[in-house]
């Protein structure tokens, strides 16, 4: 069984920073990785997919990385705001599981001003 | 472009009582569909999804159901509410090609049961 873990639980930063949000999974047969950013008593808005042939996959202030080998992801935020402040989910899709996704519980950003 | 809808924003139910919620898309052609429930703090579970109109696949066994009448409406039902179904219900759509399956979500349903 799949299992996504997110490390921290919650990350405070002051305005400026450049920050790492990390995405461990347990089973490496994956299809994609995807990020969301999911605002208070709100849907889940997509920000980045990487397929499982990518390294990695750029918008914007973001980059996320994929190292299927080792299990792992990070989203890499280029010079944080205080609209950043978000929680940020890692969801992926398991081979021969395609479309259903295992998520992790998210990592809640505050950026300070 | 694409859209996705989902109503009520907020649901205030008994124990006990039918529950109905729906979800609808919009600017896509035969999509997958999914309902998850999300618990207060913690990611998403997944409920429901769908392939095709009438298909459905049940992922948790418990007190809900989920139904496709048409090719871009998704319905999440239940007879009667227990206080466990309390959470946020969130639907989402994905058109998958190959393995590429990026999924897009809806703004979420509040239920409360009380």
């Known amino acids: 069984k799949q299992e996504v873990t997110q490390i921290p639980a919650a990350l405070s930063v002051p305005e400026g920073e450049n920050l790492v949000l990390n995405c461990s999974f347990t089973d490496s047969a994956i299809y994609n990785l995807q990020w969301f950013r999911q605002d208070p008593g709100k849907g889940l808005t997509s920000l980045l997919l990487?397929?499982?042939?990518?390294r990695e996959q750029t918008s914007g202030r973001l980059n996320a990385s994929l190292d299927k080998s080792s299990g792992r992801s990070t989203l890499y935020i280029a010079a944080s705001q205080p609209g950043d402040s978000a929680t940020y989910l890692c969801?992926?899709?398991?081979?021969?599981?395609?479309?259903?996704?295992?998520f992790g519980d998210g990592t809640t950003l505050t950026v300070k001003p | 472009s694409q859209t996705i809808h989902q109503w009520p924003a907020t649901l205030v139910q008994p124990v006990g009582s039918p529950l109905s919620l729906e979800c609808t898309v919009e600017g896509t052609s035969n999509p997958n569909l999914y309902w998850y429930r999300q618990a207060a703090g913690r990611g998403l579970q997944l409920l429901f999804y769908s392939v095709g109109i009438g298909q459905i696949s049940s992922e948790v066994p418990q007190n809900l159901s989920a139904s496709r009448p048409q090719d871009r409406q998704f319905i999440l039902s239940s007879k009667k509410l227990l206080l466990s179904d309390s959470g946020f219900y969130l639907c989402?759509?994905?058109?998958?090609?190959?393995?590429?399956?990026?999924?897009?979500f809806g703004p979420g349903t509040r239920l409360t049961v009380l």
């Open positions: 969801a992926v899709d398991k081979v021969g599981n395609a479309g259903k996704s295992t």
């Open positions: 989402a759509w994905s058109v998958p090609s190959g393995t590429y399956n990026e999924q897009f």
């Open positions: 990487i397929q499982s042939s990518q």
